[in-house]
């Protein structure tokens, strides 16, 4: 269960029964509002002063809330129950005024069970005192409770966005509800709440929500909160999230308090994006739906596979196994149609968190001739992924359910999927799902894909394969070489496309360059890499407004400004891999300390709550695009954590804090 906030701390999305699927709001705000003395308001940023944040250390919110004609402070915390599909929220209501008050709460829902508004009900339990939303499998209990009164006794129940009513919520305004017991079509809901405030007092109030797939099991959920009561549920999770944050504990040595607390942050907001089947997914925010009535919540295996090798890295081995388990298990075995296609071991472009075949705009066919719909770099990684999951654990029962079923399909699948002239992969799409072709940042994961396979074959005693498998890399490196260099440029062109037909190098620098040495596939000293590096920073990085990595010269995706010396939006993950790169071209501690300004460039664009976006506006540096951003956060993790490890090799100290041995 996942819930997600706009800026007006209103939830936006909501998903069940797993993260990135259903979305039961759609986008539609569940609002809240308060009423004193005549006057209403709807919690926003434009009436309100809000600061949003966590609870240090765990995934509680902690906001508070002012406006400039109510003498109230508003203070929230909400927590999704790490165990249960429950969501609590507390709210602390402070009277800044010499006279008593009696505000009135109102808590709204505006949900879409199954991902539709067609056929909901929403009626009021008088068993259990609670308003229910259902609809097929799919049961929301709402409730709440004041430090004197449990269960509801202020409600609403009706239409919405149709025959010209916008929804129930409007009810609310005049501070009274009207306490319809049903309704039934597109239908939303409203619970008031009434608190008593002596003069410089406060008071808490609770509301919750239950979901479940029947009506006995969210009334057992209800039963149960009102067992343990909801404050105790507000500390349990504060104390199991501060619990499993510091098991990836370190020792940050000298980097700033805001990257040590960036990289916590970091890791929570990590836990929130996968789903309990082990899906990573790269981003739950349906306001990308208005370009494409589309999101992002979807598997890539590339985001995957870079955020749980990070993941593993920082001490959370048993998310990246879950997600390594999630590709062997559910996504290698894809088959398109066994008549036309003998291609296996592939993976597609992405996935939906149970693992069925995501919506893709990679076409089958390129004029009368079949083509693959892949983007090769996403089969490669996870190999990759294995394999480095097996150097930080060293537990060979661990991978052995993935080497059969998935490293040696899949690496088959890359030893033979090259062209037999050139000796390169063969075109497949780029990483920026873009353009299709055959690119150097694909052409080095496929050799830390394929040199990946065969340090796994060797440790299962598969030496003919093994061979084959490192013959294959260096063959792919050493093609890699002569045809994706430039020696006119002096550094590597991104790629070679096919324009009517004919192959044409395509020069453009792209940020994406830089994985010749995330994944190993070249040393940073490399004068070819050096020079390709300098390129990269010299054409991408925004010298005037926001700073930043753009992701390449011309990128046009939600262009926000398009004078000359602006390339593009810059990226977090971008500016990251730059970061990467100095930190594996350092040679003393000296060198090492120009990642810190690239780093703290990363951290101070996130919000207060820590979320980190995809992109920023090249200019103001306000987000652009989705947020948070799965692969935004994975990287933050990684760079810190390539940081410190090459810190503690220039240093020649022994490692402090947990030990990585990534």
Known sequence: MLAAYDFDYQIRDFYYPRVGKENHALGHPWRFGVWLEGEFAWLNRDNWTLRREYVPGALVTSVTASH???????HFNDAIDYEKNILVRRVRVENLS????????????DINALEN???????????????????????????????TTLGVTYFATGTKRHRGLEGTWRDAENGLLGANPIAQGAVDSVIGIHLQLAPGADAVCHYWLAVGENYHEVE???RFITQVGAESLIERNIDYWRRWVAAGERDFGGLPPLLAECYRRSLLILRTQIDRGGAVIAANDTDIRQFNQDTYSYMWPRDGAI??????RAGYGSLCRRFLEFCTRKAVNYNYSASILAETGFLMHKYNPDGSVGSSWQ????????????QEDETALVIWAIWNHYLIHRDIEAIRPFYSPFVERAADFLLGFRDDRTGLPLPSFDLWEERRGVFTY???????????ASSLAALFHEAERADAYRQGADEVRAALDTHLYSPGEGRFMRGIVIENGLPKYDVTVDASLLGLVIFGAYDAQDERVARTIQAVEERLWLKTGSGGLARYEGDNYQRMATRGDVPGNPWVVCTLWLAQCRIAKARDLRELELAVPLLVWVAERALASGVLPEQVHPDSGEFISVSPLTWSHGTFVATVLDYLRKGQELSALPALGVMDKG
């Open 68 to 74: 400039p004609s109510l003498p109230l402070r508003l």
């Open 98 to 109: 010499s006279r008593p008050l009696v505000p009135r709460l109102f808590f709204h829902a």
């Open 117 to 147: 508004e067609i056929g909901d009900t929403v009626f009021f339990d008088p068993k259990n005192a609670c308003l229910i939303h259902y609809k097929g499998p799919r049961y929301f209990l709402m409730s709440c409770a004041t430090e």
């Open 220 to 222: 057992e959920l209800h």
């Open 307 to 312: 955020v749980a090798q990070a993941l593993d």
């Open 363 to 374: 076409p089958w066919m390129q004029g009368e001739e079949m083509q693959l719909p892949i």
């Open 442 to 452: 694909t052409t080095a994961t496929v050799i830390a894909g394929l040199a990946a």
